[in-house]
């Protein structure tokens, strides 16, 4: 079970980036900010349960960057 959670944490990330580089989001585009703070949230959990110190920090890291841009740039989300 754990795996195909990990799987759609994952799957958040790499789906928000793909959607950067396509130009289809941006580093203000709060959608973009949610998909990364929930998709490395999932991830940190994961490696806190297995006791992952490098993905803990990574991913820790990550959510928390991820955070303080939906903060800073606000939760207004506009379609394109």
């Given at each position: ?47 806190v349960r ?19 841009a939906l ?10």
């Amino acid at each position: 079970m754990w795996q195909w959670i990990s799987l759609a944490g994952a799957l958040l990330i790499l789906v928000a980036y793909a959607l950067m580089q396509l130009g289809r989001a941006d580093r203000e585009d709060p959608l973009y900010n949610l998909m990364n703070f929930i998709g490395s949230g999932i991830l940190m959990v994961i490696a806190v349960r297995e006791l992952q110190a490098g993905f803990i920090l990574l991913e820790g890291a990550w959510a928390l960057l991820s955070l303080y841009a939906l903060i800073r740039f606000g939760f207004k989300f506009n379609p394109r």
